[in-house]
């Protein structure tokens, strides 16, 4: 990828070129990273189950700040309550972590203050068993937290109008009352999830999703692999690294052939498990540099350098999608009915 890339993924934004300043925060190339960074489990897990839970349930090792060095720049924060513990809200994804919610947004909130043209997207989602009051509570600490760093959902946001004003945290919440209630939150951004632990079915889906065409703001194509309870099942020594780290050549395979921008088959935030395996961000980063951004200088409106996909590009896609699905359809998985409970 270059220098530019090996050391600076916590600046990436800051460097990308100046044609690309005035591009929507949706047509560049973005990395993800899920909640899953958990390093302790929670006593509420039965100790006989904690191996085997920490296996499959952590995908991030690295807190959000190593997150956002890497060069992480959309975070899926899930969010819950411990039943038994009425004062603060955890991350959770099949575990509980012991770090708060507050104590990892003001640990970012304080690597925001010393990247000042870093831009993050912050996804707070499921949000198990919490009140009224807990939402309530929840954004008005993010937005006394991050007060003028926050962007409008009314606003379309650019590097150069973010740095304009000093906005550097979009918060999507995927609670509609909280969001009519406050300008500040955004909904929740469209997720394309293939829900497989096989990387090839993966790949089919999301390229089944490109051809349909991109939605029109921010969106997600999530590389995650999910482990079902009858492949846990018949792999109890793997873990979800493991599973990951063997399907990285696939996974990062089709990163590669991407392209950001306006397009029907263009990218924007790209997630997967473990970012920290094979320079995934580096990859996501260097998308942006291949030139499928620009804007037109009469209109001022995003465009792409590279021609929609209807030609050459189209077939090649079709193919990969064929033979993916050819791959996928010659593995037969048994179905056991097994539930995992925690």
């Not at 997720?191 to 029109?216: C, T």
Request: charged share 20%; net charge neutral.
């Amino acid at each position: 990828m270059g220098d530019k890339l090996d050391e600076g993924n916590s600046v990436w934004m800051s460097r990308l070129p100046e044609k690309y300043l005035d591009v929507s925060l949706w047509n560049l190339a973005i990395p993800e990273s899920e909640s899953r960074f958990l390093k302790v489990l929670d006593k509420l897990a039965p100790c006989w189950t904690r191996p085997c839970v920490s296996r499959w349930a952590t995908t991030q090792q690295a807190v959000l700040s190593r997150q956002c060095d890497l060069g992480v720049r959309f975070l899926d924060l899930r969010i819950a309550r411990k039943p038994k513990d009425r004062c603060d809200l955890f991350f959770a994804h099949g575990i509980y972590t012991w770090i708060t919610v507050k104590e990892a947004l003001d640990e970012l909130a304080t690597w925001l203050d010393a990247h000042p043209r870093e831009v993050v997207i912050i996804c707070c989602s499921h949000f198990a068993d919490l009140t009224l009051s807990d939402h309530t509570q929840l954004v008005e600490y993010l937005i006394s937290l991050f007060g003028p760093k926050l962007c409008s959902s009314q606003d379309n946001p650019t590097l150069r109008s973010c740095w304009s004003t000093g906005q550097q945290v979009i918060v999507s919440y995927e609670n509609q009352e909280m969001v009519q209630c406050h300008p500040e939150l955004w909904t929740g951004i469209p997720y394309w999830y293939a829900d497989s632990p096989d990387p090839n079915k993966v790949i089919a889906y999301l390229e089944a999703q490109k051809h349909k065409g991109r939605p029109a703001g921010f969106y997600i194509s999530g590389l995650n692999l999910t482990e079902h309870a009858p492949y846990i099942l018949f792999h109890p020594f793997q873990s979800m690294r493991k599973m990951t780290t063997q399907a990285t050549t696939v996974l990062l395979g089709w990163v590669r052939e991407q392209r950001p921008g306006p397009q029907a088959d263009s990218v924007n935030i790209i997630c997967c498990d473990f970012v920290d395996v094979a320079q995934f961000c580096d990859y996501v980063i260097g998308l942006n540099y291949k030139g499928g951004v620009d804007r037109d200088k009469k209109t001022g409106q995003d465009l792409g350098s590279s021609p929609p996909v209807k030609n050459a590009d189209s077939k090649r896609a079709s193919c990969r999608v064929r033979e993916a699905k050819l791959r996928a359809s010659s593995i037969h998985s048994s179905v056991c009915p097994i539930a995992v409970a925690l």
